[in-house]
C-alpha cells in the first residue's frame, strides 16, 4: 500500500467526519430554533399532580405510573387476529376494538390506564401496530371512600368534578408562576384535608348499611368539629369508584350534601326557637295544641295533640302547633335575620366546588302563610352542609364558623404554604339562648322524638326532621327525608353530626330512621377523637420500641398472597414505616412494584396487583 | 529489508495520553447522564434510583481495566488469532438461535443470558470483522482488485446478514460503515465502491421495506410531525427535549424529557437528555470529544508501524465514531431511527466493553512509533515499505 495514497484517504475521511460533526451540531441548533417544535410547560403529564391527603397525612389521591395502549391501525396486518388477542388481554369487546383499530387513522386509543400485568401481556404478544405508553394516572386507594369529596381527573390529569377540579391549578402547580426545579416541569402542591379517614370511614359504613337495609335513595352524614368548623367527614352513600368514574351514575357521582337543597323540616324548628327566645319578651309563654292550627285559609296539622306546652315540650315533640303561634308574635323579619345568621340561602364558603346556597327568600317576597311554613323548615330549601354548620353554631355555644374542607396546602416536599383558619367567627345567638337551645336539644334526645339518638358514653343533643317531599306541587306521603343533627357532648361539644337518608321504604320516621344512625356512629367517633391524642404519642412510643426487632426492613415477596394476607403484611410494614399500597384486581398476589427485597422507605407507594 | 534495522519499531513510547484522557472525560460524563437519565425509571422498576447508574459504573472499571491490559498487549499477535474470532464470532451468531441459549429481549435475539449478566455478542463480532478486514486488507503484496474484495467481502457479508437477522439493525449498519471506510483507506479503486454501492441498493431496499417497522421508522424520519401522536411520537419527544435544553441546558438532572417521554433515555436516546440537560453547548461538546477521539486515532494511524497497524487502527477509530455519528443522527432526526448506543455513553456493558477493547487496541498502536532520526526520514519515505 502506498504511504500518501493512505494518508490521502485518511484525510479524506477526516474530511467526513468533520463534516457529519458540523452537520449533527448544526441539527441540534437548528432544532433549537426550530418554531414547529413547542414546548408546553402547562402539558399536564410533566406535572407531578399534587396528592390530596386526609387530616392524619394519609394519601387519598395520588399520581403513580401507570400504562395505556394505543395502536397505529395502518401497522395493523390482520384485525381479526389483533382484535382477538387484544379482546382477550384487555377483556373488552371483540368489535369494540376491531371498530377502533380499522378506523383510518395513525394513532388511536385503545385503553388507558391498564394494569401492570396487561401491558406486560400486550408487549410479550408482540403485536404489530400495537403500543404501549407510560404516562402518570390518578388513583384514589380508598375507592369509594372519598370519591364525593376528591372528584377525580380526565386522563390528561385534570380535575373533572370535586376538589381535583376546584384546586387543579394548585394541584398541577399552575397557581405558582415559578417553574419549579427537579424532574419534572412543575411540581404541584399537595391539599391537607381537615377530613378523618376514620371518621369519614365510619360514617359510609353506617350508611351504607342503613341505605342498602332500608331500600332508600340515598343518604349522607357530615360531621364537623364544632370548635373550628373543620369538616371531619362528608359522606355520601350510594358512591362510586373515581378510578373508575366512567362506570358511575350521575345518581351515585352527586354529592348530595353540597350541590343539592331540600326543604328540612321539623329540624329548622331549632331556629325558629332561636328567634323566638331571642325576640320574645316572655320565655316562659305557653301555647295550646289542639293538633292543628289554622293560619289564614290553610290548616297546619300538627304530630299530635300536645294540649299547653311551653318551648322546651315544644322542641322535645317537635310542635308545629306552638312553634307556628309562638313566631306569630314576632316580626317575620326576625326569622329572616336569623336564618341568614345561621346561614342558610347563602353559599358556605367551604371551598368545596359546585356548592348550593339553598333558597331563603327575602321577607318582601313572603306570602302571608311563609313566615309559618318557615318556621317549621317549608319554603325554605337548604344543603346539608348548611344544616351542619347551623347546628354546629348551636353546640359551639352560638359562634357561627363557616365550615371548611381544607387544613393546609403543602409544597411537593410538605412545607405549609398555606393554612386555612376561621377568622370570621360570628355570634349569631347570645351565650345564654345558645346554652338553653342546647338544653332543649338535649331534651329531644332523653326524653323526646329522638329518644333512638341517646350515646351510650356521653351526652348529646339533636333534632329529628321528617320532611315529606314537595313533589309536583304538593307534600307527598311516605316519600320523606330522614333528617337528625345532633351534637355531643352538650358540654363543651366537640362533634355536630348530621344524617340524612333520601327516601327511606317501610318506616320513615327520623325518630326511627335517622336517630339511630347518630346513636351508632358519635360514640365511636368521640372515643376514638379522645383516644387518638393519646394513641398518636403512644403509638410513637410503640413505633421506637418496635423498630428493633421490625418483621421487614426490606419489601417481601407477595407473590401467591392472598388479598387478607397482603393487607396484614402490609398494615405489619405500616407500624414501622409511612408507606402506601394500591392494590388491584381480585384473587392471588401475582405482580408488585417494586419488587421483592426493594428497601422501604417513607412515602413509598407499593402497587400489588391480583388476579 | 536491511533498512528496517535503521527504524525502532520497539514499544518505545506511552500511549496516547490525549486519547486515554479524552475517553476519561467522555465516561465520566456518560455515568453521570446515565444516572440522571434512568433514576426515575430504575426506582419505578427496581425501587432503587441507583440501579443503572451502579451496573454502569461496574462497567466502567471493567473497561479501563481492559484498557490496560489491551495496551500492553501487541497489536500484531491479533494476525495470527483473527481466524479463532472469526470462528468463534459465526459459533456466538448461529447459537443465538438455538433456544435455551439465546436470550431474546424486545422482539430480537441479540442476548446470551450469564445469569449474572447479558452479553450482546454482535458487539464483540464487530471487532473480530474489523480485525479480520484489516488484515486482509493490510496485507501488503496484494492488488486491490474488485475480485480481491470478494471473498472477505462474502465473509463479513454473512456476518453482517446473521448480525442483521437478529434483528441488530444498527449494529449492522455500523459494520457495514466501517467495511466500506477500510475499503476506501486501504486503497480501493473509488470506483470499485460505487459499484459495490450499486449493487447494494437493491438488496437495501429489500432488507428495510420487508421489515414493516424499518419502513414506519423511515416515514416517522420523514414526517414526524404528521405522525407526532403515532410513529413519530419519539423523534418528536427528542427534537422537544433539545428545544427545552436552549443553549446551557436545564442542568444535569433537571430534564423532563426522560420520564415517559424519550423512549430509552438511558441507552439510545441518551444524546437527547444530554440535549435536554446540557443544552447545545454540551451536546456540542461531546461531538467535539469525539471529533477530538477520531483526530487522536487518525494521528496514531498516521504514526502506526506498519500498514496492519494503519488499517487497524483507523477501522477501530472509525467504528467508534461511525457509531457515534450514527447514533448522534438517529436523535437529531438526520437519519431514521436505527437502535444504536453512544459509545462510551449510553448504559450497557457489552457495548461500553467492546467500544473500550476498540480502544484498548488503538492505545497499543500507539505505542509503536518510528523513531528514526527526522534527516533519515526526510531523505526516503519509501524505505520502510520495502
Not at chain 2, 454482535?122 to 486488507?137: G, H, N, Q, T
Request: hydrophobic letters at 40%; proline letters at 3%; aromatic letters at 12%.
Amino acid at each position: 500500500m502506498e504511504e500518501k495514497h493512505f494518508r490521502r484517504r485518511i484525510a479524506v475521511t477526516g474530511v467526513i467526519v468533520f463534516v457529519v460533526a458540523v452537520l449533527i451540531s448544526l441539527k441540534v441548533i437548528f432544532i433549537s430554533f426550530d418554531s414547529r417544535i413547542t414546548v408546553n410547560k402547562n402539558d399536564s403529564r410533566l406535572i407531578k399532580r399534587g396528592y390530596i391527603k386526609d387530616s392524619n397525612g394519609d394519601y387519598i389521591a395520588i399520581s403513580v405510573p401507570g400504562f395505556s395502549v394505543f395502536a397505529n391501525p395502518e401497522e395493523i396486518e390482520s384485525y381479526d387476529k389483533t382484535a382477538a388477542a387484544l379482546s382477550s388481554i384487555l377483556s373488552e369487546s371483540k368489535n369494540v376494538i376491531t371498530e377502533k383499530i380499522s378506523r383510518k387513522k395513525k394513532f388511536i386509543w385503545l385503553k388507558r390506564n391498564i394494569s401492570k400485568y396487561e401491558a406486560e401481556s400486550i408487549r410479550s404478544a408482540k403485536i404489530k401496530g400495537i403500543y404501549i405508553l407510560e404516562e402518570d394516572v390518578r388513583k384514589y386507594p380508598y375507592a369509594n371512600l372519598f370519591s364525593h369529596i376528591t372528584g377525580f381527573c380526565s386522563l390528561e390529569n385534570n380535575g373533572i368534578e370535586g376538589l381535583e377540579y376546584s384546586y387543579n391549578d394548585v394541584l398541577n402547580g399552575q397557581d405558582k408562576n415559578n417553574s419549579s426545579s427537579g424532574l419534572f416541569d412543575k411540581y404541584g402542591s399537595s391539599i391537607v384535608l381537615s377530613i378523618d379517614r376514620y371518621i369519614q370511614n365510619r360514617a359510609y359504613r353506617a350508611l351504607e348499611n342503613s341505605v342498602t337495609s332500608k331500600n332508600a335513595k340515598s343518604g349522607t352524614i357530615t360531621v364537623i368539629e364544632v370548635k373550628t368548623g373543620r369538616i371531619l367527614a362528608i359522606a355520601k352513600y350510594p358512591s362510586f369508584d373515581p378510578n373508575n368514574f366512567s362506570l358511575s351514575s350521575e345518581d351515585e357521582r352527586r354529592f348530595f350534601a353540597i350541590t343539592d337543597s331540600f326543604e328540612p323540616g321539623s329540624v329548622m324548628k331549632a331556629f325558629s326557637a332561636s328567634a323566638w327566645i331571642e325576640n320574645t319578651k316572655n320565655i316562659k309563654q305557653r301555647f295550646n295544641c289542639t293538633g292543628a292550627v289554622k293560619i289564614g285559609d290553610t290548616t297546619i296539622n300538627c304530630t299530635g295533640t300536645h294540649g299547653n306546652l311551653g318551648i322546651e315540650e315544644a322542641i322535645r315533640y317537635s310542635c308545629n302547633s306552638f312553634i307556628t303561634q309562638s313566631v306569630g308574635t314576632i316580626e317575620g323579619k326576625k326569622i329572616y335575620e336569623i336564618m341568614k345568621r345561621f346561614g342558610f340561602g347563602e353559599i358556605s364558603g367551604s371551598g368545596i366546588s359546585g356548592e348550593s346556597g339553598g333558597i331563603l327568600r327575602p321577607v318582601n317576597e313572603w306570602s302571608g302563610l311563609s313566615k309559618y311554613s318557615i318556621s317549621i323548615g317549608q319554603e325554605v330549601s337548604v344543603t346539608i352542609l348548611q344544616l351542619a354548620s347551623a347546628y354546629s353554631a348551636i353546640a359551639n355555644n352560638g359562634v357561627y364558623l363557616s365550615p371548611r374542607i381544607i387544613d393546609r396546602i403543602e409544597d411537593n416536599e410538605g412545607n405549609t404554604i398555606r393554612t386555612f383558619e376561621n377568622n370570621d367567627s360570628k355570634r349569631i345567638l347570645s351565650e345564654a339562648n345558645a346554652l338553653k337551645m342546647k338544653e332543649m336539644l338535649k331534651d329531644v334526645i332523653e326524653k323526646g322524638t329522638g329518644r333512638k339518638a341517646k350515646l351510650k358514653y356521653f351526652t348529646a343533643g339533636g333534632k329529628t326532621g321528617t320532611a315529606q317531599k314537595f313533589i309536583q306541587k304538593s307534600y307527598v306521603k311516605n316519600v320523606n327525608f330522614s333528617v337528625f343533627a345532633g351534637f355531643a357532648p352538650v358540654e363543651n361539644s366537640d362533634i355536630c353530626i348530621t344524617v340524612v337518608i333520601d327516601e327511606p321504604k317501610g318506616i320513615t320516621s327520623a325518630s326511627e330512621i335517622a336517630a339511630p344512625i347518630f346513636s351508632e356512629i358519635a360514640d365511636d367517633i368521640l372515643l376514638y377523637r379522645k383516644n387518638n391524642v393519646k394513641k398518636v404519642t403512644q403509638d410513637k412510643i410503640k413505633k421506637a420500641s418496635e423498630k428493633s426487632f421490625s418483621n421487614y426492613d426490606k419489601l417481601p415477596d407477595f407473590s401467591g398472597k392472598t388479598e387478607s394476607e397482603t393487607l396484614d403484611i402490609l398494615s405489619d410494614i405500616q407500624k414501622n414505616y409511612n408507606i402506601q399500597y394500591i392494590l388491584k384486581g381480585k384473587g392471588k398476589s401475582f405482580s408488585q412494584t417494586p419488587p421483592p427485597g426493594s428497601s422501604l422507605d417513607h412515602g413509598l407507594i407499593i402497587i400489588i396487583e391480583f388476579r | 529489508m536491511e533498512f528496517k534495522s535503521l527504524i525502532d519499531t520497539r514499544r518505545s513510547h506511552a500511549p496516547d495520553i490525549i486519547l486515554l484522557l479524552t475517553l476519561f472525560v467522555i465516561a465520566f460524563f456518560g455515568v453521570s447522564m446515565v444516572f440522571s437519565a434512568s433514576a426515575i425509571k430504575a426506582s419505578v422498576i427496581y425501587g432503587d434510583s441507583l440501579y443503572f447508574f451502579k451496573r454502569q459504573v461496574i462497567w466502567v472499571f471493567i473497561s479501563f481495566g481492559i484498557i490496560f491490559l489491551l495496551q500492553n498487549f501487541d497489536y500484531r499477535k491479533y494476525l495470527s488469532l483473527t481466524k479463532f474470532f472469526l470462528l468463534f464470532s459465526f459459533a456466538a451468531l448461529v447459537a443465538l438461535y438455538i433456544p435455551g441459549i439465546g436470550h431474546s429481549a424486545k422482539g430480537s435475539v441479540r442476548w446470551f443470558n450469564l445469569g449474572f449478566f447479558s452479553v450482546q455478542p454482535s458487539e464483540f463480532i464487530k471487532i473480530a470483522s474489523i480485525i479480520y478486514l484489516a488484515k486482509v486488507f493490510s496485507a501488503k503484496h496484494e492488488e486491490k482488485t474488485f475480485l480481491k474484495m470478494t471473498v472477505p467481502l462474502a465473509v463479513v457479508g454473512i456476518i453482517f446478514l446473521l448480525v442483521l437477522l437478529q434483528p441488530d439493525f444498527g449494529t449492522a449498519v455500523t459494520l457495514l460503515f466501517v467495511s466500506v471506510a477500510v475499503l476506501f483507506v486501504s486503497g480501493f479503486s473509488s470506483l470499485y465502491l460505487i459499484l459495490l454501492a450499486l449493487v447494494s441498493v437493491p438488496a437495501f431496499y429489500l432488507i428495510i421495506y420487508q421489515v414493516n417497522y424499518r419502513w414506519m421508522r423511515i416515514i416517522a424520519f420523514l414526517n414526524p410531525w404528521e405522525n407526532r401522536y403515532g410513529i413519530g411520537y419519539h423523534i418528536t419527544q427528542s427534537f422537544i427535549a433539545f428545544k427545552k435544553g436552549g443553549f446551557f441546558g436545564e442542568g444535569l438532572g433537571l430534564g423532563t424529557q426522560k420520564i415517559g417521554k424519550l423512549p430509552e433515555p438511558h441507552t439510545d436516546f441518551i444524546f437527547a437528555v444530554i440535549g435536554e440537560e446540557a443544552g447545545i453547548l454540551g451536546a456540542v461538546i461531546i461531538i467535539s470529544l469525539f471529533v477530538l477521539f477520531f483526530w487522536r486515532g487518525m494521528k496514531i494511524a498516521f504514526d502506526a508501524v506498519d500498514d496492519f497497524g494503519r488499517v487497524l487502527a483507523i477501522a477501530l477509530t472509525l467504528s467508534v465514531t461511525i457509531q457515534a455519528f450514527l447514533n448522534m443522527s438517529v436523535v437529531t432526526g438526520l437519519i431514521p431511527t436505527t437502535g444504536i448506543p453512544l459509545p462510551f455513553i449510553s448504559y450497557g456493558g457489552s457495548s461500553m466493553i467492546s467500544n473500550m477493547i476498540a480502544a484498548g487496541i488503538l492505545l497499543n498502536i500507539s505505542k509503536y512509533r518510528e523513531t528514526v532520526n527526522e534527516t533519515f526520514k526526510s531523505n526516503d519515505k519509501e524505505v520502510w515499505h520495502e
